[in-house]
């Protein structure tokens, strides 16, 4: 049901055709607000578009997009890393054996903003920001575009990882407050694992800028896969194993160890957009998933396929509880709006030289043709093991409350309403491919030491 809105206050508008995939009555906008005017009944989808566009007070214009901070000459000494030169696959498909690369990430922002679907706005619920440091409430082709020169400030174990990701927050309800659950990531970039699109297309380099999602915050429904790539290709996990999706397609019931929640991703790219989501649906014309492991003749290029594992660690001290004491950002308690936002960042030469080598997984990165090797036992890690940094935010949001802070209410979905860090900031910092911040210490011998991180 519409709000009734008086005449004077409704935003004039000139008939407009309604924007897919909606077909509101009277096939205009202009309709719609007649409608909404008389209160008369129609498709809520379809309300939602009359409200936004025609029964709203004027909107406040979109300031002008800032143009990119010009890229400094870089300094003398980069070079720390080889990120440049190495073998280029050879033609064709690759073998089905297993080649992917991992990278673990650490949360290094909680804030309201989503760059993707409130641009220049702050948005209606928080979310766990993991990967390079340039997340804001704008991100453009050129900030998700490292130079050979350039390594990426990142949460995640790999320099030259300077993707973004973003999550909805998780939060237990316990004795009238909200405590944020400790949240983490993996994400998996495979080649041929038999639903890539490897039988009919060679694996190309994964193109910066491209923005990718799974999952739909206004989701009100149970997921419904039955494994990875049945269905809907994600899902709560039962007792945490991959391939088990929860009974009743909702938050898991074990609360023993973490809750993890799988996305897959399509890997066949028409290559039209980087930037294809539809903004009501959450859909991506662009891209489709591989059929019998090959991609369609209209999306014929190719990514990795990309598979994340979201962690939300329930069984932390101070949690457990039962599953009815959780509740998303989103203000969802059955679990049914988790998703996943995803931006390019890697340098891609070097993830598509890593992924076709073969050397990168198996055995970690101890193989001395596995591009990735370099990053072992950098600063103060294990000789076989990557470096997290050390925690740091996103100089792009500076929001007023920290990872770990108890709150009454999730900030933006109820009030109090935090704010968060507008207008668009139009500056970028670099990080050189030097030893300013990264160094080798002088114990990393090649000894193997026992010491992991869990994520």
């Known amino acids: 049901m519409c709000t009734v809105v008086a005449p004077a206050q409704c935003t004039p508008v000139a008939p407009t055709p309604t924007p897919s995939p909606f077909d509101c009555p009277g096939g205009s906008l202009s309709a719609c607000k007649d ?3 008389h209160e ?41 890393f080889k990120l440049t030169g190495w073998p280029s696959p050879p033609p064709g498909p690759l073998p089905n054996d297993g080649r992917q690369i991992s990278v673990d990430c650490l949360e290094h922002t909680t804030v309201r903003l989503d760059p993707i679907f409130k641009e220049g706005q702050c948005h209606d619920h928080i979310h766990s920001v993991f990967g390079a440091d340039r997340f804001g409430s704008k991100l453009t082709v050129e900030d998700m575009t490292y130079s050979p020169d350039e390594v990426a400030k990142t949460s995640c174990t790999n320099p030259i990882d300077g993707s973004i990701y973003w999550t909805p927050s998780l ?14 990531l ?14 009919n297309q060679p694996l190309r380099p994964l193109p910066p800028g491209l923005k990718l999602l799974r999952g739909n915050p206004m989701r009100n429904r149970p997921f419904t896969a039955t494994n ?22 909702g938050f898991p019931t074990d609360m023993s160890s973490k809750w993890q929640f799988n996305v897959n991703y399509p890997s066949c790219w028409d290559e039209t957009e980087l930037d294809c989501i539809d903004r009501m649906t959450g859909e991506m014309p662009c891209m489709a998933f591989a059929v019998n492991n090959m991609c369609p003749d209209t999306h014929p290029y190719r990514i990795p396929r990309i598979v994340a594992e979201i962690h939300y660690w329930v069984s932390d001290n101070g949690f457990y509880g039962s599953r ?44 001395t043709s596995c591009p990735f090797r370099q990053f072992y036992g950098l600063n103060t890690a294990p000789c076989n093991a990557p470096f997290f940094r050390p925690p740091f ?11 770990a802070e108890l709150v009454d209410n999730i900030p933006g979905m109820m009030p109090p309403s935090s704010g968060c860090t507008l207008p668009i900031p139009t500056s970028t910092e670099y990080n050189w491919n030097n030893n300013d911040f990264f160094y080798r210490h002088s114990g990393c ?9 869990v994520i």
Not at 171 to 177: A, I, L, P, T, V
Not at 394 to 400: A, D, I, L, M, T
């Open 40 to 80: 008369t009944t129609v498709h809520d989808a379809c309300v939602d578009v009359c409200l936004e566009r025609c029964c709203s007070p004027t909107p406040t214009p979109a300031p002008p997009s800032p143009r990119p901070t010009p890229r400094p000459p870089a300094p003398a000494g980069v070079g720390f």
């Open 35 to 37: 409608i909404c005017r």
């Open 186 to 199: 993996t994400v998996y970039y495979k080649d041929n694992d038999g639903h890539s699109g490897a039988d």
């Open 324 to 367: 009815e004491d959780y509740i998303l950002s989103t203000s969802d308690t059955q679990g049914y709006a988790a998703h996943l936002d995803i931006v390019a960042g890697w340098q891609p030469d070097l993830l598509h030289a890593a992924i076709s080598s073969g050397k990168c997984f198996k055995n970690g990165w101890d193989d």
């Open 393 to 403: 935010s996103s100089y792009r949001s500076q929001p007023p409350y920290s990872l």
């Open 445 to 453: 011998n090649g000894a193997i030491s026992n010491t992991t991180t």
């Open 171 to 184: 939060y237990k309800r316990d004795n009238g407050k909200l405590r944020k659950v400790r949240t983490t």
């Open 228 to 249: 990875d790539m049945d269905g809907e290709h994600m899902y709560w996990c039962e007792h945490g194993l991959i391939g088990h999706p929860t009974p009743d397609g």
